[in-house]
């Protein structure tokens, strides 16, 4: 049997030898294909990210473009109806003004017992149509008691019900001409209260307008409805806190003049730095219409108003009046 032959450890090495730096070759070259996918990738990514930002920079500035279009048309759009809307409300104001008030009638309340159903209404209506204002300028009303601001107004209207049963006051009520439109309000809108006086002179104690009605005229309509009541010539006038603008302001707006304050303190026994007076004779009914139904203020208001005097020692009126 042949034995195996043995190479030579000479050849061995030898091919050994060649295939060493056969591999070395071989890694070396697989590193530099390595390192060249390498940074051929990066650049790829690199530019990848760049492309993308400036695809999102055109999107965004696309954007704007269309954002700067859509504000122009807005503007536009607004301007446009600024300018036409007033024209619109002036033309139709007259006959608004006309269809409002032909669907208002005026009655005078006179209850008989404190179970008299009107008198809660009247009631909710007179503290949510102060309570709409007051609670704004609490602070500057300088209220006495502890109470709050709604268990002071029903404490006042507990006087004008009193007042009422007692016959020492008249009240008229502002009423939706269908009474059966709400039930649970009877369709009033608007009350006002008054004292008769000596001959030829009325006081004003109390105008309150539903807080959701105001501006809308009611209050003057209330006034005017006076002149169907007394004669022509008739003095009235009444009090209102400082404090109360809105409602100084409407009784200015019906033609009415600030007292002065030596009226205020010595006449009728109020502080005049809390109180203002106003007064007219009989000029609601003379007042152009356009003038009886607005209660904006005149624009001089500020400068009709006078500053108070220092406070005086207060006399007690010789009769109690009822108001805010």
Not at 97 to 109: A, D, I, K
Not at 183 to 204: C, M, N, Q, R
Not at 257 to 276: I, Q, R
Request: one cysteine or more; charged letters at 30%.
């Amino acid at each position: 049997m042949n034995k195996r032959q043995h190479y030579p450890y000479s050849i061995a090495s030898t091919v050994s030898d060649a295939l060493d730096p056969a591999s070395s070759e071989d890694q070396y070259d697989m590193q530099c294909d390595l390192s060249i996918d390498d940074v051929s990738l990066q650049r790829s990514v690199k530019t990848d990210a760049q492309s993308d930002v400036m695809v999102l920079k055109d999107i965004s500035e696309d954007l704007d473009e269309i954002q700067r279009k859509i504000t122009a048309r807005w503007n536009s759009c607004l301007d446009k109806r600024i300018h036409t809307t007033p024209r619109i409300k002036q033309i139709n104001h007259a006959a608004t003004s006309n269809s409002r008030f032909e669907q208002v009638v005026v009655r005078e309340f006179l209850p008989r017992t404190s179970h008299d159903p009107i008198l809660p209404v009247l009631r909710e209506l007179f503290v949510r149509s102060f309570d709409d204002f007051y609670k704004e300028i609490e602070a500057q009303l300088k209220i006495k008691s502890k109470k709050t601001l709604v268990e002071w107004l029903q404490e006042t209207f507990d006087e004008i019900q009193d007042e009422l049963l007692d016959k020492k006051s008249r009240c008229f009520m502002l009423c939706s001409s269908d009474i059966f439109a709400d039930d649970k309000t009877y369709g009033i809108l608007a009350f006002l209260t008054l004292k008769e006086e000596k001959k030829g002179s009325v006081y004003i104690a109390q105008c309150a307008v539903e807080a959701e009605k105001k501006r809308h005229g009611y209050g003057a309509h209330l006034l005017r409805h006076l002149r169907t009541i007394y004669p022509s010539g008739t003095y009235y006038w009444g009090l209102c806190r400082r404090a109360n603008l809105p409602a100084v302001k409407f009784y200015l707006k019906q033609g009415a003049t600030l007292m002065d304050d030596e009226d205020v303190a010595e006449k009728y026994g109020y502080d005049p730095t809390l109180y203002t007076g106003f007064q007219f004779t009989d000029t609601i009914g003379s007042l152009p219409p356009s003038k009886i139904l607005s209660s904006n203020p005149p624009d001089n208001f500020e400068h009709k108003l006078p500053t108070p005097s220092a406070s005086r020692e207060k006399q007690q009126p010789s009769t109690k009046y009822v108001h805010l």
